[in-house]
């Protein structure tokens, strides 16, 4: 009878009672747009990344636009990102004037992988964009060092990875600037908005200016910016969400724990040593036809996703003028994009959900 019961879908964001009496008490106040929610959001959010200046923005996709634009890229200036990521990450690159140049991942991670990395360095690149995927933190301990040696600039892609670390230095405090979404089916969400973290006051000052029209008093426009603005609506929403935080990143990982220990036949989600994964993904390795496995599940009743069915290098606006594919060679994002699949892993589930999927699993990957 498992078909007649609802579906575990494959993310369930949270819009509360707490979330929609914040919202309505900002509607109430008349102060809607970035106000005083906004500031104590910011300063609320700066105690997950050791006190760093935080500045709200529109969405994760603007946190990575804003900071990239921050870093005045000329003509031809390079940033080595994954292609094995969201589109927003190579888009902010070229949004903001750069040349997207990617590189392969780790088998492991999923992450972008350090010496792919050493060997895509140019003359022309000024920046590394490490995504932390799924909520596993990159290898910062050494794409750091790496960044340093070449006098190159890191930013953080961390939409997928709030209160993530690695020997227990959370994302968003290694690079020039850590981006956040707070995109609704993220760990936690605003709507829409994000945050850009950065231990640099006057890398802050400026974010702050191309955030809001170049200006900081009103009218004294003192660079060319653009509106991204975080509204105070959001600001209250995100303010629930973060308070709620804490509490959902450890029923992911127990989540994430219940899983690792149960399925069978599938390759579980490694963790790096030293690394706190926070599962915005439990992403697991399916050899074989992923469809059908994919379809089994469902018929179960538990959703899924492949996250993501086209690598970045392969999207149209990345292609040559012919329509092949640039001059990349990463086989490990060849792999991982044929053979990857997410499963439910948010804090709303419950045991009967999780046992549902174990179920679900473990007979999938027999019949495949
Ligand atoms: C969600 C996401 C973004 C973009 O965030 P938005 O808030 O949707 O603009 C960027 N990078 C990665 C890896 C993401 O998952």
Same mark, same amino acid.
Request: glycine content about 14%.
């Given at each position: 009878m498992t078909g007649s019961q609802p579906a575990i879908p494959p993310a369930r964001p949270v819009i509360g009672e707490d979330e929609i009496e914040a919202a309505v008490r900002v509607l109430r106040s008349g102060m809607v747009v970035q106000g005083p929610e906004v500031a104590a959001f910011e300063r609320e959010f700066s105690e997950l990344v050791e006190g760093r200046h935080c500045v709200a923005v529109n969405s994760g996709t603007s946190a990575l636009q804003l900071s990239l634009l921050a870093l005045?890229?000329?003509?031809?200036d390079e940033v080595i990102v994954p292609s094995f990521s969201f589109a927003a990450t190579a888009n902010a690159v070229r949004l903001a004037g750069g040349v997207p140049v990617f590189a392969d991942i780790e088998a492991d991670t999923f992450n972008l992988d350090p010496d792919a990395v050493a060997a895509a360095i140019t003359p022309r690149t000024v920046a590394i964009m490490p995504v932390h995927l799924y909520g596993h933190p990159a290898a910062m301990d050494r794409l750091m060092p790496l960044a340093e040696a070449h006098g190159l600039t890191v930013v953080e892609d961390a939409a997928q990875a709030h209160a993530a670390a690695l020997n227990g230095t959370p994302v968003g405090?290694?690079?020039?600037a850590g981006c956040f979404s707070f995109y609704p089916?993220? $760990? !936690?969400?605003?709507?829409e908005g994000g945050m850009i973290t950065t231990g640099d006051a006057e890398f802050a000052r400026k974010l702050r200016l191309l955030r809001n029209q170049? !200006?900081?008093?009103?009218?004294? $426009?003192e660079i060319v910016g653009a509106n991204m603005r975080m509204t105070d609506v959001a600001a209250a929403i995100g303010r629930v969400q973060l308070g709620k935080l804490g509490g959902w990143t450890e029923r992911r990982r127990a989540n994430a724990a219940y899983l690792d220990e149960r399925l069978t036949g599938v390759a579980v989600p490694p963790v790096a040593p030293g690394a706190k994964h926070v599962y915005h993904q439990y992403t697991i390795r399916v050899s074989g036809d992923r469809e059908a496995f994919r379809a089994a599940l469902s018929e179960r009743g538990v959703g899924s996703g492949s996250y993501y069915p086209t690598p970045i290098h392969r999207l149209k606006p990345y292609? $040559?003028?012919?329509?092949t594919p640039g001059p990349w060679k990463l086989p490990e994002t060849e792999r991982a994009t044929g053979e990857v699949l997410s499963l439910p892993i948010y804090p709303t589930l419950t045991t009967e959900d999780l046992d549902r999927i174990v179920e679900a699993v473990n007979a999938a990957a027999v019949a495949a």
């Open positions: 005045d890229f000329k003509p031809g405090a290694f690079g020039i089916t993220k $760990n !936690m969400h605003s709507l170049g !200006m900081e008093k009103q009218y004294q $426009n292609l $040559n003028e012919d329509g």
